[in-house]
Structures are given as C-alpha cells and as structure tokens.
C-alpha cells in the first residue's frame, strides 16, 4: 500500500514517481511514444543502426562463402573477437534479470521505473550474443550438434563434458525464461494501448498480443502468482549463467585461465556492465521521451551504487588474480599474469583498469551520482572497459609455453566491422521495441505512486 505524501515527507523518502502526476497522466505519457508518430530523431537514429545491421549480415554471409580466414584468429588465439563479444552481451544481458526477478522478490519499489526497458534489453543483449556463439564454432551449419536429437546418425551424440554445451543450455533457460517473464509484465499494458487505439488495425494487434486482457481481479491474482514463481525461478539464473559461461575458461589448463575465481568475478562483472548498460539507455530515453517524471533521479542514484560496489568487486577480483599466480609459485602462471599486464597487449589492460576500476570511483560523491552527464559518461566508460576486460583474458594467450609458438593477433577489418555490428542489431531491436511497447510498466509505477492525503482511486 502506497504511503500518503505527509509520511513520506516525514520519512524523508524520496518519490518514485515526480511531478504530481495523477494515474491518468502515467498512462497518457508513458504511452505517448507508442501513439505520436515518430520524431525526424527516432528516423535518423533508426536508419543509422538498421545499416549497420545490413551491413553486418552481408559481412556474415561473405564469411560463409570465404570462410574464417578474413579474421584474425590464429593458432595461439583460436577465438578472436567472437567470444569476446559473446561473453560481453552476455553480461550486458544480466541487469535484466536482476532487476525483473531479484529486486521482484525483495521488494523494491524503484525497480518499476527501469525493470520494463532492462528485460528488454536482456532478451536483445543474448540474442546478439548467441549469434556469435554459433558463429565461433567455424561450422555455423553444424549447430544442432549441440542439442541432444534423435540418434538416427549412428553413435553421435552431445560431449556433455564440454562447456559449450553448458554454454547452450544456460543460455537457452535463461533465455526462455527471461522472455516468458518480460512478455507476461507486458500484457496488461499492451491491453491499455489496445483500449487507447484509435485505429481498428492498432487496435487487433495490441488485443492479439495483450491475449484478450479483461483486467480482472481474478487476472490480477493469477498475474502476481505467475510472476512470483517465474522470479523465483530466475534468480538462480542470475548466478548460473555467467558462472557457467566463465566455465568456457576455467575448466581448461591454460596458466590465467585455470583458476576457481573465474565464476564470482564473471558474476560480478556482469552485473557491472549491464547496469552501466541500463543507466546509458535509461538517461536517454529519460531524455529522448519526456520521462524524467517517471525515470528520477533516485531511480539513477541507485544504480549508480550498484555500479559502484560491483566495479570495487571486480577491481578486488584483478588483485586476487595477481595476488593467487604469485602465492601458487608457478613461474607460468607468474608468467601469463606479468605478460597481460606488461606483455604487448598491457595498452589494453590499463584501459581495462582505468575505467572499470578507476572511473566508478567518482559514485562515492553524491553531487556526481546526481549529476546527469557524469553517469552517462561513466557508464560509457564502464562498459569499454568490461569488453577490454573480456578482451584481455582471450588475447593475452598470444604466448604459450613455447616461444616460438608467439604470434600477435590482429583484428581484421572484418572483425571490427562486425564487433560494430552488434551493436547495430542490438539498438536496431531496442528502437523499434521502444516504438511497438511502453518503455515503462504502466501498471507497476502506479502502484508506487505517492498517494495524497485524501485522495482516492
């Protein structure tokens, strides 16, 4: 139940929802970007990414018809660019589920501002990085490989030792279920664009996806139920799935790669980078839409804290990294950890540190939590620095146990075109979502609202 304004005047809580606003005028203006046509801005923005994307594809199938050697993978880096950037949209994907599921559970009424756009952005972050997990395995055609099927190939079945198939069932659960639970949040708004149509079309294609939605109170009951088990059900995932992807490395071994802090440290820089993700989209849209009422400051503010404790967690976590390859007394793990930091690719080591571990530091003041182009740009900086952090553990394997093994890797044009790529999918699926779907839970900040004494709805 909503406190009335004097009591949370005299608690000294901050509102979650700004403005004076009534009930009606959330719905008017969360709903306002999905009814206006959209701005010259949107437009530009739109066809800027949905190139990029193009371009993308058609790079995709020239590598098909050329094959892998347009990269610049080689012997001791088999990988490249295509698990970086799979383990960086990967964790970009995490702060969906955290919010949706786990601040759910807990509570938190400052999760209603953000919870819609962050599971958005989950569902749009590991499609991107399932692309290119099937593309790293050079045999994008044999990818049914990795799921079990019937055996009428002879004795050929799934290697379920090998992490990439956990990879493919820790990614596709959280993925089902991250979606299933994005989608059943959405219906009852959907059902309010459907009674606000004006239009006969806009008006059947919003009941088909809202399934009908009366808004009962029997509806509401069984919406609540639904969403409790499926948070709970997510909440697991939040700690398995980059556990697992940090499996990729730490079950071989290969000095640097083979060690148990792996899983907490993955975990941890996830959550980093997808926050830093949702505080660059949410300081946009709050721009872009006219939401600043509904995405305030104490919606920021927090997630500013949590990019702040988890950034001091990875930043213990490079520390541990080089504290334990110096107490083990192994001269190649001394060796792997010396040569990331100071080898040829140190450059990129030091961008890794000075923005995921030096830039949060500015969210201890909080005139700069407060301070909207601060955030933007630290949250730019975050994330560069998680995808160098994902960068140097993949490059740093330039030197092997022989020397004569050495070899540099190079980005080709290729890679970096689709490394920008991604990017283009991802913003090309989050700008029409933004045009298609509220951006925000219409239902769910109304029940954060501060009340007026007296008032009744």
């Not at 990085?129 to 099937?134: E, G, K, P, Q, W």
């Not at 790529?421 to 925000?440: E, K």
Request: proline share 5%; net charge neutral; aromatic share 18%.
């Amino acid at each position: 139940m909503s406190l009335t304004q004097a009591v949370r005047d005299k608690l000294d809580i901050p509102d979650l929802v700004t403005g004076g606003k009534s009930l009606k005028d959330v719905t008017v203006d969360i709903a306002k970007p999905n009814e206006d046509f959209p701005t010259k801005l949107w437009w530009n923005t739109f066809l800027l990414v949905l190139t990029i994307t193009l371009i993308d594809v058609a790079i995709i199938g020239y590598l098909f018809y050329e094959g892998l050697y347009l990269l610049g993978i080689n012997n001791p880096v088999g990988w490249g660019f295509f698990v970086v950037n799979f383990v960086f949209w990967i964790g970009i994907g995490h702060a969906g589920t955290l919010i949706s599921a786990v601040l759910y559970l807990f509570r938190q009424g400052w999760r209603t501002g953000i919870n819609r756009a962050a599971e958005a952005m989950t569902i749009f972050a590991v499609l991107v990085a399932v692309s290119n997990l099937i593309l790293h395995v050079g045999r994008p055609w044999l990818g049914f490989w990795l799921f079990p099927y019937p055996n009428e190939r002879g004795p050929l079945w799934v290697n379920f030792r090998s992490p990439l198939i956990w990879d493919t069932f820790a990614v596709s659960t959280y993925l089902s279920i991250s979606m299933v639970f994005w989608y059943l949040g959405l219906i009852p708004d959907l059902a309010t664009l459907r009674d606000r149509a004006t239009e006969t079309w806009r008006k059947n294609l919003y009941n088909v996806l809202a399934f009908g939605w009366v808004g009962s109170a029997r509806a509401w009951s069984h919406l609540e139920i639904v969403s409790m088990i499926l948070a709970a059900l997510s909440t697991p995932l939040v700690l398995s799935v980059h556990t697992i992807v940090s499996f990729d490395f730490a079950v071989s071994i290969l000095p640097g790669w083979h060690t148990t802090i792996f899983p907490p440290y993955f975990v941890a820089g996830a959550i980093f980078s997808g926050f830093a993700m949702v505080v660059t989209l949410m300081v946009i849209a709050r721009e872009v839409f006219n939401l600043k009422n509904y995405i305030t400051m104490k919606h920021l503010d927090n997630m500013n804290k949590i990019m702040m404790v988890t950034g001091l967690i990875v930043g213990l976590a490079y520390g541990t990294e080089f504290f334990i390859a110096w107490y083990s007394g192994n001269e190649y793990e001394v060796f792997a950890f010396w040569n990331r930091a100071f080898g040829p690719y140190g450059w990129a080591y030091f961008i890794m540190i000075s923005c995921n571990v030096l830039s949060p530091q500015v969210f201890w003041f909080r005139k700069l939590r407060y301070n909207i182009p601060v955030m933007f740009v630290a949250s730019l900086v975050v994330n560069v620095g998680m995808w160098f952090e994902r960068f140097v553990i993949m490059m740093t394997l330039n030197r092997d146990f022989l020397p004569s093994s050495w070899a540099m890797y190079t980005p080709s044009l290729f890679d970096y075109a689709m490394l920008i790529g991604t990017f283009g999918i991802f913003f090309t699926l989050f700008l029409l979502w933004c045009r298609i779907m509220p951006v925000i839970a219409i239902a769910e900040v109304k029940t954060v609202m501060p009340q007026k004494e007296g008032a009744h709805h």
